[in-house]
């Protein structure tokens, strides 16, 4: 009997030529697919179409010449470049203090808040018809539970709940200040350096006698500050007392922004007050400042960028820290901003002081 041979065939001749077309299709699918979500960002969408504008296609921004009109407008090139001057305040119209209540006020200082004595507040005010608040100090951790993604990612998270609280005051009808520290913000600074005053040494940010601020002109901390307000808005506060709106006197100081010069102290405050009385009105809440008492008592205020002329026109109250000493020194120097009318004016005090509209106690 014949025995059968086994024959080899070779396996798998052409198997690389099939492999090297599928490699080449998923690259050009994938490469299609770059393409496509790349060029993207060379769309430019006209009233009608859409094109694509590649960069070596790109001409210089344009701005419309104003002699000529219709299809035969003529363009000529323009460079575009964030130019600071001197702001001149002296014409804003002053809008503040309109039918402001007065206010006979317990003053609380961050580091005295607790839930137990808010809840007692809330039971009894005694003489007292309106209560203050500190609830960002210039440490910058916030005393309340904030729902704001910034103060949770930063973990400046306060724990006090204050929506029931409030709401108990408010059927009581006690006006409810909330004193919030504006730039002076050390952890802020510090935990998230994009948005703090930075040393024109390079090295960093800005800080002074342990104090770091946040930057006027940076938009997240624009946003930030207008999100605590209407945060404290939905809560039932009434008003809004922000402390801390001063800058260092030092001309070591970087913004956020690229300019073309760099803004002194004064305009930079003002810049932000505007911005603060703007959103207060939006969210209809009054809004007032408090003043450092160092720099009003040695009349060096505007050495801080606190515009007192300014102030007195934009901010419904002017607050300041004091004692019967001091009072007199620091009525002086209001009062020759503002003349006689004391009506806006919020000492702060350990008693009370006799003569004055409105007052806190500590």
Known sequence: MARSRAFYRAQGKHTWIVTLVVALLVALILLALWLFYDLQRYIVYDKDTL??????????????????????????????????????????????????????ARFLASDSLTQTRLDGLSAGMGDFDSLVLELKPSLGLLRYESSLPLAVSYRVNGSLT??????????????????????????????????????????????????????????????????LMAELRDMGFDEILFDGLWLPNSPLLVYSEEMTATPDS???????????????DKLGLRVSVQLQSDALLSMESAKLGQDLTLFFKIFDRIAFETNEDRLSAALTALRSVAGEDDGRLLPISSSTIPGLTSWAIR
Do not use: C
């Open 51 to 104: 094109r694509l504008v590649l960069p070596k296609d790109r001409t210089e921004p344009t701005e419309l010449d104003a002699s000529d009109e219709g299809p035969g407008a003529t363009f000529t090139p323009v460079n575009v470049e964030i130019v600071v001057d001197p702001t001149d305040y002296s014409a804003v119209e002053a809008v503040a203090g309109e039918d402001l209540r007065a206010i006979h």
């Open 162 to 227: 204050l929506r029931e609280t409030a709401e108990k005051l408010k059927e009581r009808d006690v006006w409810l200040v909330a004193r919030l520290s504006a730039l002076v913000d050390t952890t802020m600074a510090t935990r998230y350096a994009p948005v703090a005053l930075k040393n024109s040494n390079g090295s960093g940010v800005f800080m002074q006698d342990g104090l770091a601020w946040l930057d006027p002109y940076n938009e997240i901390v624009r946003d930030y500050l207008s999100d």
């Open 266 to 280: 004064l305009s930079a405050v003002s810049s932000l007050a505007m911005f603060l009385r703007q959103e207060a």
